[in-house]
């Protein structure tokens, strides 16, 4: 495990308008009654570190055990890594001041790669298929908080837009979606993966906060450079601002 040190700094009902030939799916359970919750799976991972491959692939399995539960995964790729020679093109500061947020709310005071939390509550080295495999079924076996759906969902070049309405207690909540591409592969030439492919699942491209002022509202948000919806999902997720927990989360699929 690779570590740096830093200061402590639902359910889914998608109403469909097609949009230039884009079409957004809604997620549904496979089978209603085997879960009362959910599990938000955060993998912050780099292609600049040796120990994040295995971590990238126990996620990569947990997507295609899973690919109808309310199991939603985000990998957010670092940037403190590339310092040593390798461009994650993947990164973002803003994936590692979230990762630093954590280590502030969960009061660890360190922040490593691979790591995963779980509902934002939970954290461990994401290479660790056992200790996720049980956080997982944690969640999804606890009744969640809150819910929240979205509806009426358009593209329309970069720009999405989205309605949202949300159900249970929100105080002191956010609401969070995330671009997520599916998967993508790369050519490592520097650095600690030198003449390694990497394979990823799962990628944020954008994660984007909004202040919850009721139940309901429309949001939108512009799809990052280079990013084809059609081969990526929307993640939201309601999460408390004190504390980091996560009370509720849905999805959709271009």
């Known amino acids: 495990m690779s570590s740096v040190r830093y200061m402590a700094l639902g359910w889914l009902t998608i109403t469909l308008l097609a949009v230039a030939t884009i079409e957004c799916k809604a997620h549904t359970k496979k089978n209603a009654g085997d879960a ?13 570190c040796s120990s994040c491959p295995p971590a990238d692939g126990v996620v990569a399995k947990i997507q295609k055990e899973s690919a109808n539960e309310p199991i939603y995964i985000l990998a957010f790729h670092v940037d403190y890594w590339n310092r040593l020679g390798w461009k994650d093109v993947f990164s973002s500061a803003d994936y590692s001041r979230r990762q630093n947020q954590y280590a502030s709310w969960l009061k660890t005071g360190e922040i490593y790669t691979p790591q995963i939390v779980v509902n934002g509550k939970t954290a461990f080295v994401g290479s660790e298929e056992g200790t996720l495999r049980n956080a997982i079924k944690a969640g999804l076996q606890k009744d969640a908080v809150a819910e929240i759906m979205l509806g009426d969902i358009k593209v329309d070049g970069n720009k999405v837009s989205l309605n949202y309405q949300t159900k249970g207690s929100i105080a002191n909540t956010d609401l ?5 591409q599916k998967s993508a592969q790369t050519k490592v030439e520097r650095g600690e993966n030198a003449g390694h492919t990497l ?12 202040t919850l002022k009721s139940g309901s509202g429309a949001e939108s948000l512009a799809l990052p450079k280079g990013v084809d919806a059609k081969g990526s999902e ?4 309601l999460q408390n601002t004190s504390t980091g927990a996560i009370i509720g989360a849905t ?4």
């Open 176 to 180: 969070l979606v995330a671009v997520v």
């Open 199 to 210: 394979s990823h699942v799962q990628i944020v491209r954008l994660l984007q906060s909004f």
């Open 251 to 254: 999805k959709a699929t271009f």
């Open 234 to 237: 929307l993640i939201a997720f």
């Open 36 to 48: 009362k919750g959910f599990a938000v799976v955060e993998l912050f991972t780099s292609e600049g």
